[in-house]
């Protein structure tokens, strides 16, 4: 049902010749409850833009997004300071979308929003998100990590169906988020690891969804003012209140990396070993294990 709403999304579109000439505009309605978005696409960057304040609206097979004769063309998405809801299927079927930032004011990421986006291999969830929608990101095939906030409440059906490249889960909960059904349909868990705060591994094991994880390992939490740090598996797990330059230092004191973070959850891959990251002004020493 999903990949026939996305197909019939870019066939929409396609027929559309309003759609053809649109490159900006704002959209009709802005989402209701005094929303005012505008959205802008850059031919050269092959990026979309949305700004202003308020929710995305919903769209559909019969109504589908004014950008979505770009979809296979869309490679940046940027959703800006002010958006608080991302409606209904608004970037499903982007197949060359590789890069997404999302705001810290987003807190709803509804149904389908990035359904099929089978290029976006990483992503960064906002630190205040609170719900994400039913397929969400089913048929990201490409997506190998996701670190889900603390701040998050609940995930609909399927969020993660058919994500058959995933690799890695981290989460922030203490307690095991409460899930009455399934979010990673069709994604080898076997192959995945799970990962969770130090001491929680046991209840994890036993928790409904997450007791299907097969890897469920503990991993150290390092609070650098105020941000949280995540090392497990070769990879970093980065969680910001707000975006932030990362230098990553061996104990020699040899500038490794630097790497423009974005605020929420992300992640940077690391050699296995002891490694300095220094977050702003704040330093910490953080074991990386293989």
């Not at 490159?23 to 209701?32: A, I, K, M, R, V």
């Not at 608080?84 to 389908?112: M, Q, R």
């Not at 290029?119 to 609170?130: C, G, I, K, Q, V």
Request: charged share 15%.
């Amino acid at each position: 049902m999903r990949t026939l709403i996305v197909s019939i999304i870019a066939l929409a579109a396609m027929f559309s010749s309003d759609a053809l000439k649109a490159q900006y505009g704002p959209l009709p309605g802005g989402g209701g409850g005094g929303s005012s978005i505008k959205w802008r696409y850059e031919t050269a960057t092959r990026t979309l833009t949305l700004t202003g304040y308020g929710r995305i609206p919903d769209y559909s097979a019969a109504h589908p997004a004014p950008w979505a004769v770009r979809q296979r063309e869309i490679e940046k998405i940027e959703i800006g300071s002010g958006v608080t809801i991302v409606g209904d299927y608004a970037f499903a079927g982007c197949t060359a979308l590789t890069s997404v930032k999302i705001s810290e004011s987003v807190t709803e990421i509804k149904d389908g929003v990035f359904s099929g986006c089978t290029a976006l291999s990483s992503l960064a969830l906002p630190a205040n998100l609170r719900r994400i929608g039913r397929d969400a990101f089913a048929h990201c095939s490409a997506l190998t990590a996701v670190s889900l906030p603390e701040s998050v409440t609940e995930i609909g059906r399927g969020a993660f169906s058919s994500c058959t490249a995933l690799r890695s889960v981290t989460v922030a909960w203490p307690v095991p988020l409460t899930l009455s059904q399934p979010i990673f349909q069709s994604v080898p868990l076997a192959n995945v690891r799970l990962n969770v705060p130090r001491g929680t591994s046991a209840v994890y094991r036993t928790a409904p969804v997450w007791s299907e994880f097969q890897q469920i390992y503990a991993v150290a939490n390092v609070e650098i003012a105020g941000r949280q740090i995540y090392a497990a598996d070769g990879v970093l797990y980065l969680s910001l209140s707000q975006p932030a330059l990362i230098r990553v230092y061996d104990l020699s004191g040899r500038l490794l990396l630097t790497h423009d973070a974005p605020s929420g959850s992300s992640t940077l891959r690391l050699m296995p070993g002891y490694h300095v990251v220094q977050v702003g002004d704040s330093a910490e020493k953080v074991w990386v294990g293989n």
